[in-house]
């Protein structure tokens, strides 16, 4: 039994669990609360988002309001400390920020793309990334967008296929590499397997592979320092490390892959206070919890002289099931060190602990 | 149960899923096997329970499979949520508290209005870049080709129902088949050069809390940084986090990526910040010693350690440190030792060089016997507490110099280390001025300095007090006394009227008196050598502190501000009198002046310097201030020195600037003829000895300008330059790190500094020897002090008696032959003299000295009176004595002492630092020595020598 808990692993405790009315498609922490947001759809087929607050033991409703369509996804990245607005991507294609202390209104509001907004990020607020705030959705309409909140309308970066090229969903986008003013990068992960890494300060397209199967879920370890590792998860329960240091000429970048969850691996979150710990979420309901060791040497020179990247490895340090449904949402505390929420498909939202990370 | 029912099935074949012929599932089969990938697939075999149901060899199957290879992914079974049963009670208590701490943490937030609400999007970041351009598109799939051929697959997204029925194994097998040819499709796009990470975070309109949450983060990234080897990166974000707030642990975890950097200074800095703010930080302690170790400072990583070990007497690690370092002092001991007299000496001045080097060793064994404590306590942690008290007792009983426990509690950094050593050596004295010690140079020297050319002494009491000047220089000051005291009872039992020499008697005793903080002796001592010679510089500054350490501040401050009256120079009293005025205004309010006694007015005759005024003053001695017919003269012939010392300098100075260094030289020393206090004079000199490359001379000209005046920058600049040309580069370190902490801002000494940095790190090797050498110039300077002081009595008289014709050069040349005259005398008995031989013999490069204590010292003892003092200097000038001057005489005692001087200690050393011109020197030697071949030796003889000498 070689998952048996030895007295140093983390273990995972589900502190909280809270059953819902409606699907969950999405769960954030309100950063420097003890709150966070649901998001989803009703039966009806209207938006829902509830605000909770995590209360001795219990979760405690403190508000809940009701959009005219389905919400898909959310993130506060963009968004200052001070008001912590909520941009959120719907089933009807809006990117809508939110002052969820007067939610009537949205502050900002887009209709961004002609279908769902399958995926957000937002990077240069919560004082993380250097640079504007900015926020970026990638949609089943084939298009990444970034967008401005100073700027009404119109993003100010648009990554689509060309005319009659074959539009593929994108599943997934995330920030990355924004550690001064100008430097940026987006990643997205498309249905087929596709992950493209577009430079927003060169406004190219850096990099692309192929992963053979449909991505899930990209993130970056952190969107604010030059780019380290990349995570991207995918359709058939597989995701690849890579790492982001050393581009090769023609090989790119190193990674190594790693096959958990017996199913579709939907989600990957970084520890907010480390880097090299990760927790992927499961179609099965089960959660892993991975650790990344670096080489020896992380680049080395190929016969001829270029560098390339070495690929470390990653190690299981905890799994646990807890439901027999996709675990759709996954989100870390950025305040608290091993706090968790994550909403599944069985309309519940739960919270964990994760115990003992720092002695990983 | 499996094993029963295990033969039955063998006939059975293979199994359903993975063809296993049944036979191996069995315990004996899955025992032997090593194919993991075979044994998973029983495993699973097994599990599925397909050819029946078997928990014990499942289980026995999965211990093997553990066993061989424990990361196998067969291994990993769906597990629920850990729950309380899962923890220890206190466990639980702990997760659950620290979470509900975190609540009510976040909900007191939220109830105080730290964030301003504020209603515009985004308010209060007008620093942003401005808006991307908003043209940019950019076409996702640029390469066609690539794209087409990337779709072999089915690409279409699936059907959310079609993922029910998605085999997973089957597509993970196909993965693992194909996965590396991915990256190779993978394309490039050229990288730019990476931007700098900004080092600085703008905090404006941050409240405290989003500070401490940006200062963590920014730590966080440093440790992510660390923990990839990065530790350019983690230095960077460390910085950041400490430029938003500064925390110990920042630049804790700074100075250790610094470490790792081996950017030892910064690290040391580090450090220090971590112990300024938490003196007890064990890492920090621990870091400390570490880079203190790499910079060799082995005593001063030693004090960590023991530090660490006093906090932590478990700590395996400070142990195994303690040790290694212990080993290395030991290994270095002479380097080190001379190392540390080299800083200490250095500002100390003129601290008899003896006394510093027992404090070394004394350090140094009370370190090992601290250590030793230290590791006692570890074998018995509840004696812990007192074995430490009784260590540090142990220190303090050691000398009575060692640097008090206080100070240990605090040490400063290498640099400042030596700085603050002689002060808090002056507390543990009992003195309660620490600068007095330092500042003052007429303090500083031994007590004998004067008056050792002065032969009116009987020789029975002159032999009395040199060996109490000796005792004191070795820091016995109670075994001091005694010899004083006997060569006073003589004196004055003898009824000779010799006042000013029984006034130093007096005087040298006073000094013993107060180190051994008995007070009032000291001041009757005082007062009985004031009465002999009025107004007399050292009793009445050893009296004043003296008084100054009784409380007696009244007394004290008049005697202070008689002291500045006869020499306005003098630091200490400079000090001492403001920090007694302080005092007194404390203790009897504005008014405090009238309760003073009244302050002597000091004869002009007696005073010695008058900076402000610029004014020449001559040095006499108030020897003859009953004599107001030779005061008059005096006045005139002043008067008259005054203006032709003026002219005089401004000549040279004219000289400097046209270039003409060798003039000005000339000009400089006429000058000094007249008065040799003037210290821009010395320091002017220095610098033309400078520009003429000769350092030797530039470096006791500054060493005379700062034993006048001990904070004089341009000196300390000018010797630095010298010890730069002389190649001892540590010593020239040390003088610019003393320009830079009277004045930070010099850029040349900054420059500088670093240039003889490089030059030192480069020849590591040769650093033994040049600190060698340093350590025996101090000495040097110490001699050509008391020279000076004799040569201001002469020339004072002879400033008196005669119109200047006697030259002070004149008299420094004489006066080191009268003194190597006087010690040849006797056969050195010791090392310790035969050292302090050498060092006169070295400063005036004295050969025929040289010759004649080489004749009378006995070949065989050279190695032991040498010790480990063997340097290149000495060398040279042993080699050049035995030519010129022994070698006519008798040749078989030069090949004895060319044998002997072959064994003594660090005489490899030497040879290695010979050049080649100086290498003739020797093989010139040898050839002389066969020419005048001897019965005493043979040619064989001769040339066996001469292979030890590698010629």
């Given at each position: 039994m070689a998952a048996a808990a030895g007295p140093e692993r983390p273990q995972v405790v589900a502190h909280v669990q809270q059953a819902l009315s409606y699907t969950l498609f999405d769960c954030k922490w309100v950063p420097r609360s003890a709150r966070l947001l649901c998001l989803g759809s009703a039966a009806r087929g209207t938006g829902v988002v509830q605000l909770y607050e995590l209360r001795a033991g219990r979760l405690e409703l403190l508000r809940e309001i009701e959009k005219a369509k389905p919400i898909k996804c959310g993130t506060f990245g963009a968004a200052s400390l001070q008001q912590r607005y909520l941009a959120t991507g719907d089933f009807g294609g809006s990117l809508n920020v939110w002052n969820l202390e007067a939610p009537e209104i949205p502050v900002y509001s887009v209709k961004g793309h002609k279908e769902i907004i399958n995926s957000i990020d937002g990077v240069g607020g919560l004082g993380i990334g250097e640079g504007a705030p900015e926020i970026v959705t990638g949609s089943r309409d084939g298009t990444v967008k970034v967008w401005d909140p100073r700027q009404k309308d119109t993003p100010v970066a648009n990554m689509e296929p060309v005319q009659g090229e074959s539009k593929r969903d994108c599943w997934t986008v995330a920030f990355g590499n924004a550690y001064t003013q100008e430097e940026r990068v987006v990643c997205a992960g498309y249905d087929n397997g596709d992950i493209k890494l577009f430079d927003l300060k060169t406004m190219s397209l850096r990099w692309e592979t192929n992963i053979k199967n449909g991505v899930c879920s990209v993130e970056f370890d952190r969107k604010d320092v030059n780019m380290n590792k990349l995570v991207a998860t995918s359709l058939e329960g597989k995701f690849h490390v890579f790492d982001m240091r050393t581009q090769h000429p023609t090989k790119g970048f190193a990674s190594v892959s790693e096959k958990a969850h017996k199913s579709t691996i939907w989600q990957v979150r970084h520890l907010p206070q480390n880097r090299d710990i990760f927790m992927t979420s499961g179609g099965a309901g089960s959660l892993h919890l991975w650790k990344y060791e670096y080489p020896a040497q992380r680049s080395k020179k190929d016969s001829e002289g270029a560098e390339m990247g070495v690929a470390g490895s990653v190690s299981l340090l905890q799994n646990v099931t807890l439901s027999t449904q996709p675990i759709s949402s996954l989100d870390w505390s950025p305040d608290k060190k091993g706090l968790c929420v994550c909403g599944a498909f069985d309309q519940t939202v739960r919270v964990l602990i994760v115990t003992k990370l720092n002695k990983v | 149960m499996g094993d029963e029912s295990v033969p039955s099935l063998l006939d059975q074949g293979t199994t359903k899923t993975y063809q296993i012929p049944i036979g191996h599932l069995d315990y004996k089969f899955i025992e032997k096997c090593t194919d993991v990938k075979h044994l998973e697939k029983i495993l699973r075999v097994l599990r599925s329970g397909e050819e029946g149901c078997y928990p014990d060899l499942t289980l026995f199957c999965e211990k093997r499979i553990e066993h061989l290879d424990p990361g196998s992914r067969a291994l990993r079974k769906d597990k629920p949520a850990a729950t309380a049963s899962d923890f220890t009670a206190e466990e639980w208590e702990t997760i659950n508290g620290e979470l509900m701490s975190w609540m009510t943490e976040m909900r007191e937030d939220d109830h105080k209005p730290q964030f301003l609400g504020t209603d515009t999007l985004l308010e209060g970041q007008d620093n942003l870049p401005p808006i991307r351009c908003s043209s940019s598109c950019l076409p996702a799939n640029q390469n066609e080709k690539l794209q087409n051929k990337q779709r072999y697959k089915k690409n279409i997204p699936r059907d959310y129902s079609e993922w029910d029925k998605f085999d997973v194994e089957k597509e993970c097998s196909k993965i693992d088949e194909g996965g590396e040819e991915n990256n190779s499709k993978s394309r490039f796009f050229n990288r730019p050069s990476l931007p700098l990470i900004e080092k600085k975070i703008d905090t404006t309109g941050m409240t405290k809390k989003e500070k401490v949450f940006i200062a963590t983060r920014e730590k966080e990234k440093g440790n992510e940084a660390f923990a990839s080897g990065d530790y350019m990166e983690a230095v960077t974000y460390y910085t950041r986090s400490i430029s938003v707030l500064p925390t110990a642990a920042a630049y804790n975890n700074k100075a250790q990526a610094e470490i790792k950097l081996q950017d030892w200074d910064s690290a040391l800095q580090d450090c220090e910040k971590v112990l300024d703010m938490e003196p007890n930080n064990v890492k920090a302690l621990m870091r400390r010693a570490t880079v203190n170790n790499q910079l060799k400072n082995y005593e001063t990583a030693i004090e960590d350690l023991n530090k660490v070990l006093c906090i932590e007497p478990e700590n395996a690690v400070a142990k195994k440190n303690l040790l290694e370092t212990e080993k290395k002092l030991k290994g270095l001991k002479p380097v080190s030792k001379t190392e540390g007299k080299g800083k200490r000496i250095l500002i100390e001045e003129i601290e008899d060089s003896e006394g510093s080097e027992e404090r070394g060793e004394n350090a140094e064994e009370c370190g090992r016997s601290s250590g030793d404590k230290g590791r006692r306590q570890a074998a018995g942690p509840a004696a812990m507490g007192s074995a430490q008290r009784k260590a540090q007792g142990a220190k303090a009983e050691g000398r009575e110099q060692r640097r008090d426990p206080a100070g240990t509690a605090d040490p400063k950094g290498t640099a400042e280390e030596g700085a603050q050593r002689p002060e808090q050596q002056g507390e543990a004295d009992g003195y309660s001025n620490g600068e007095g010690a330092r500042g003052s140079p007429a303090e500083q020297q031994p007590p004998g300095a004067h008056g050792d050319g002065s032969t009116s002494l009987p020789p029975a009491a002159a032999e009395l007090k040199r060996e109490g000047n000796e005792l004191f220089k070795g820091g016995q000051f109670g075994e001091a006394v005694l010899r004083y005291s006997e060569a006073i009872e003589h004196v004055v039992g003898l009824g000779e009227q010799i006042p000013d020499d029984l006034s130093i008697l007096y005087s040298n005793r006073a000094a013993c008196y107060l180190k051994e903080g008995n007070c009032s002796d000291c001041i009757q001592d005082c007062n009985r050598a004031l009465e002999l010679?009025?107004?007399?510089l050292k009793p009445l500054l050893r009296r004043a502190m003296a008084y100054e350490s009784m409380e007696r501040y009244r007394q004290a401050y008049v005697d202070y501000k008689t002291v500045l009256q006869i020499d306005s120079s003098i630091q200490a009293a400079n000090d001492s009198v403001n920090r007694i005025t302080k005092t007194l205004i404390d203790q009897d309010g504005s008014s405090w002046r009238e309760k003073l006694p009244p302050i002597p007015v000091v004869p002009v005759a007696a005073q010695q310097h008058r900076w402000d005024g610029g004014n020449f003053t001559s040095e006499v001695k108030p020897s003859n201030t009953t004599d107001t017919n030779g005061e008059e003269q005096l006045q005139m012939n002043r008067e008259k020195a005054e203006e032709e010392f003026k002219t005089l300098k401004n000549e040279g100075n004219d000289f400097v600037k046209n270039g003409k260094y060798e003039e000005a030289v000339n000009k400089y020393s006429e000058c000094m003829k007249l008065n040799d206090k003037e210290c821009t004079i010395y320091t002017n000199r220095a610098l033309c000895y400078l520009k003429l490359y000769k350092y030797e001379e530039a470096k006791q000209d500054c060493d005379h300008v700062l034993q006048i005046e001990d904070s004089n920058i341009k000196a300390f600049y000018r010797r630095a330059l010298a010890y730069k040309g002389l190649q001892n580069y540590q010593a020239s370190v040390d003088d610019l790190n003393k320009v830079l902490l009277i004045d930070p801002n010099i850029l040349e000494a900054k420059n500088e500094l670093e240039q003889v940095t490089q030059l030192l790190n480069l020849g590591s090797s040769a650093v033994t020897g040049s600190l060698q050498k340093q350590r025996k110039k101090i000495t040097i300077q110490e001699v050509t002090e008391s020279d000076e002081q004799e040569e201001g009595q002469f020339a004072a008289s002879e400033d008196v008696v005669t119109d200047d014709d006697t030259s002070k050069e004149e008299v420094q040349k004489s006066t080191p032959l009268k003194t190597s005259e006087k010690l040849t005398i006797s056969e050195p008995s010791n090392a310790y003299d035969f050292g302090q031989i050498i060092n006169v013999v070295n400063a005036n490069k004295d050969k025929v000295a040289c010759a004649d204590l080489l004749t009378i010292t006995d070949p065989k003892k050279l190695p032991v009176l040498l010790s480990n003092k063997l340097e290149v200097e000495t060398f040279l000038i042993f080699i050049q004595s035995l030519e010129y001057y022994v070698l006519g005489k008798d040749p078989s005692l030069v090949y004895q002492h060319l044998f002997y001087l072959s064994k003594a200690e660090r005489f490899k050393v030497v040879l290695g630092l010979l050049s080649k011109n100086e290498k003739e020197q020797v093989q010139q030697l040898f050839d002389l020595l066969a020419e005048n071949q001897n019965h005493q030796y043979s040619s064989e003889d001769l040339e066996s020598l001469k292979k030890v000498y590698e010629l």
């Open positions: - | 010679q009025a107004f007399s």
